[in-house]
């Protein structure tokens, strides 16, 4: 089973920039969907960005422009460059993989998950 680890949350002034990374354990190329997550307090988990096999991506409305993910299969790294950042950006970002379901859709209910990396964007 992937062990996935973030790291490179802290706290930030609005504007600023941020740089997420997820290590994985064992070969990315073992998932077809890997995204970046995040939870602030009393709301939902939300998905922020999302790579579908190498090449296809997808952002959250607002994070477009602001936001970029990628992902670095030698270095078995997801990485999350955010910039612009908002206070409505701060809470846990997670990183997380998965397969794709029957549905042709990611499964992240049944797949891989980190702990999760605090952002807060406060001055």
């Known amino acids: 089973e992937v062990q996935l680890v973030e790291s490179g949350g802290e706290l930030v002034q609005p504007g600023g920039s941020l740089r997420l990374s997820c290590a994985a354990s064992?070969?990315?190329?073992?998932?077809?969907?890997w995204a970046w997550f995040r939870q602030a307090p009393g709301k939902e988990r939300e998905a922020v960005a999302t790579?579908?096999?190498?090449?296809?991506?997808s952002y959250r409305a607002n994070v477009k422009g602001r936001f970029i993910i990628s992902k670095d299969n030698a270095q078995r790294t997801l990485s999350l460059q955010m910039d612009r950042l908002k206070p409505e950006d701060s809470g846990i970002y997670s990183c997380?993989?998965?397969?794709?379901?029957?549905?042709?859709?990611?499964?992240?209910?049944?797949?891989?998950w980190g702990q999760g990396t605090q952002v807060t964007v406060s001055t």
């Open positions: 064992e070969d990315m190329a073992s998932s077809y969907c």
């Open positions: 790579i579908f096999g190498e090449t296809d991506i």
């Open positions: 997380a993989a998965a397969s794709l379901s029957s549905y042709g859709t990611c499964d992240f209910v049944r797949g891989h």
